[in-house]
Structures are given as C-alpha cells and as structure tokens.
C-alpha cells in the first residue's frame, strides 16, 4: 500500500483510487514517537445554534493525542455557499467541541474526521 512521508510522520492508507475516509476507526499511519495513527469520521445530525461559545460533539476515553481534526457543517437553509459552513473545532479534556456561537444560520448536520493516537492499542 502507498505511504506518505511529511515532516517525519508517515501516513498510509492512501491507494490509487484516493483516500478511504470511514466511520469505523482505522490505522492510516505512524505517529513521531511510533505511536499508531488512527482515524475516524463522525457525523452529527441535527446541530443548533447556540449562544454558548463552544458545543460538546462527543466524549471519547482512549485517546492520547488528537493530532488533526477538520470537518464542516451542512446547512438545510441554504444560506451558506455550497451549502456548507465551515466550523472551528477543539479537543479539550476528552470531548471534541465545535464552536457554535458564529453560527446563524440554523440547524445541520457536522462531520469531522479526527486523527488520533491511542491510550492503548
């Protein structure tokens, strides 16, 4: 299987065909210290606006560091070019968050995809 290498990390799980983004946890790489690199794609159905600054999405117990962590919303309204809004994210004390002040445009439904080493294998 095709592997990348950047700034000393190296990434697998790449093929021709392009990159298999999946809800269930998988193994795309080797972390600095050798740790395994898993990912996983979460959706959210159904977010609010909020006048709170950031909205707990889920609670995780085996992760020891996120290492990224990017996604978007999808808009029902419409208001938003494309239909999607792109959200700020955060990993505090296990729980991802995403910051749900700026958001004016209704509800929808976010999807993230973290990458993350484990607390144990």
Request: hydrophobic fraction near 30%.
């Given at each position: ?9 190296t ?13 269930s ?97």
């Open positions: 299987m095709p592997k990348l290498i950047q700034n000393g990390i990434y697998t799980g790449f093929s021709a065909s392009g990159h298999n983004y999946s809800t946890e998988q193994p795309v790489g080797t972390w600095t210290d050798g740790s395994v690199i898993y990912e996983k794609t979460c959706t959210y159905p159904n977010i609010t606006q909020t006048p709170s600054n950031w909205v707990d999405l889920e609670t995780f117990s085996n992760i020891s560091q996120m290492i990224s962590i990017e996604g978007f919303m999808d808009i029902s309204n419409g208001q938003r070019n494309g239909n999607q809004y792109y959200v700020r994210f955060v990993f505090q004390n296990n729980i991802l968050k995403f910051y749900g002040k700026e958001l004016s445009a209704g509800l929808g439904n976010i999807t993230v995809t973290i990458r993350y080493t484990k607390t144990s294998s």
